[in-house]
């Protein structure tokens, strides 16, 4: 069963910069995805960023395009999302995914999560 550990979240000023991170335990095919969701307070979990393994696909939420940039460390087994330009609506618990279907923008039985790393953006 894999293990997904975040880090990175912290509090953090309105336009200022965050980078998390999301290390993966086991074997990653280049087929998987990994990525991240949000979930703030009162409000559904949403999708955020994913890159397929191989890194021949990205996608990101309309919100955090051209703000946020996903990327990954194969030697490593590491995620990053690099969050530039923060708003206080970005304001959330943050959940490493990995899904061994795929790219997906909604939970399914395919998709493993991390504990969650909280981000907060003051105004």
């Known amino acids: 069963q894999v293990q997904l550990v975040e880090s990175g979240g912290g509090l953090v000023q309105t336009g200022g910069s965050l980078r998390l991170s999301c290390a993966a335990s086991?074997?990653?095919?280049?087929?998987?995805?990994m990525g991240w969701f949000r979930q703030a307070p009162g409000k559904e979990r949403e999708f955020v960023a994913a890159?397929?393994?191989?890194?021949?696909?990205?996608d990101y939420a309309d919100s955090v395009k051209g703000r946020f940039t996903i990327s990954r460390d194969t030697t490593k087994g590491t995620v990053y999302l690099q969050m530039n330009s923060l708003k206080p609506e970005d304001t959330a618990v943050y959940y490493c995914?990995?899904?061994?279907?795929?790219?997906?923008?909604?939970?399914?039985?395919?998709?493993?999560w991390g504990q969650g790393t909280q981000v907060t953006v003051s105004s």
């Open positions: 086991g074997l990653i095919w280049n087929n998987y995805a």
């Open positions: 995914y990995r899904d061994t279907l795929g790219i997906t923008t909604t939970p399914r039985s395919s998709t493993s």
């Open positions: 890159t397929t393994w191989s890194g021949s696909s990205t």
